[in-house]
């Protein structure tokens, strides 16, 4: 049978109805649990004070003993002091017990019935980060994600390269500081990173975990509450969900790896375009042309000519072109760095101060001229000819 009898001994000060109608009911109330909390202050003062010797005598005890071992002082004065104290011991413990037995006979009251069998106090920083996140600038909170990402990168690829449901929720609750809105936008950057790289297979299991975590704060947003009470009840419903939830969920995955392949593909071009941008700026001629788009505009013979390197071929080609059109593809050629004029002249500048002779004068110590100048002659040469059969066939 179940002892009831500790249940009929219970002091009650608030909840008598049998009083005086000449007494005040709520002061009198009042006054019995003030008198009672004066007398439960007083026992633990009590209790603090037996203590407090028990504690003082156990240390004199064995100071007195350490002497006594080492030969310290009149040896007959020592045994009698801890004759003494250990006296003074056993009474603070028949005192002590004497104490404990009242505190045991009283009735139990409001106060002392019950105890809590455990607190804990916690508070919800991921809310109050919410509300801060929604007044930072763009910036700062750039700047935060590059400290969480750079704190807990390694997790985050943990995270990101698990698979089974049961896996990924445990690691979440164990890491609970994961379950906040710069693991998705970590992840969404990774499998960019993943598609660009052509490891597919590996970017969609990481699109996996970007959305398992993208439900958890889309469930955390419409219930208004802490994401991370929301992991357990995402995990259970997936597993447990219908055919239809399923069908969704996956489908937003498929749609999800769909947009980072655009988007990988977009960063692709950009990159290429970025880097044909530097070749070209880094092949602009002197005029500030770019030679391939200067050669892809000349006439297909002269095009001959430069891949084939003749100067004589070239000099033909430039002496059949009208004289406009000939010194107007010359002059886009030495823009653009295709023709150098006076190039030995110019190899020679930079071969070194030693040779300066023939810097000035070439084999046979005549000056060089410019090849394009050449070309020009000849094209000169060719109008004069042309007109004087003119003259003779009039």
Request: charge should be negative; hydrophobic fraction near 30%; proline fraction near 3%.
């Amino acid at each position: 049978m179940v002892d009831y009898s500790k249940w009929k001994n219970i002091e009650i000060s608030d909840d008598e109805d049998d009083t005086h109608p000449n007494i005040d009911t709520p002061s009198l109330f009042r006054w019995r649990h003030q008198a009672r909390v004066e007398r439960m202050q007083e026992q633990e003062k009590q209790k603090e004070t037996l203590e407090k010797q028990k504690k003082t005598t156990a240390e004199k005890i064995k100071d007195a003993k350490d002497k006594l071992q080492r030969n310290e002082g009149n040896l007959d004065a020592l045994k009698k002091s801890i004759d003494e104290l250990e006296k003074e011991q056993d009474r603070v413990k028949r005192e002590e017990e004497e104490l404990r037995k009242q505190e045991k006979m009283q009735p139990w009251n409001v106060d002392t019935i019950s105890k809590p069998g455990f607190a804990k106090t916690v508070i919800n920083k991921s809310a109050i980060n919410r509300k801060d996140d929604e007044e930072l600038s763009d910036e700062q909170r750039e700047m935060n994600m590059r400290d969480f990402i750079k704190k807990y990168e390694k997790q985050l690829k943990e995270f990101g390269m698990l698979r089974k449901f049961d896996d990924s929720k445990k690691y979440l609750q164990d890491n609970h500081h994961l379950v906040c809105e710069d693991t998705p936008n970590y992840l969404v950057i990774w499998c960019i990173e993943l598609e660009m790289q052509d490891k597919h297979e590996l970017m969609a299991h990481v699109a996996h975990q970007c959305i398992c975590m993208q439900y958890i704060l889309d469930i955390s947003k419409q219930l208004k509450v802490d994401p991370r009470a929301c992991v357990a009840s995402f995990f259970q419903r997936i597993q447990q969900a219908e055919a239809e939830y399923k069908n969704q969920f996956l489908g937003e995955i498929e749609a999800f790896k769909e947009r980072i392949r655009k988007r990988a593909q977009e960063k692709l071009q950009k990159l290429i375009e970025e880097q044909e941008e530097e070749e070209r700026k880094a092949r602009i001629g002197p005029g500030g042309l770019d030679p391939v788009e200067v050669f892809e505009s000349l006439p297909e013979e002269l095009q001959k000519c430069f891949e084939t390197r003749d100067i004589g071929m070239l000099q033909e080609a430039m002496a059949k072109l009208p004289p406009e059109e000939a010194r107007r593809h010359l002059q886009r050629c030495i823009d653009s760095g295709l023709w150098v004029p006076d190039a030995k002249s110019a190899a020679a500048a930079t071969s070194g101060s030693g040779e300066g002779d023939e810097k000035d004068t070439t084999e046979e110590g005549e000056e060089e001229d410019p090849l394009y100048v050449e070309v020009k002659g000849k094209s000169e040469e060719t109008e004069t000819a042309e007109s004087s059969e003119k003259e003779e066939k009039k």
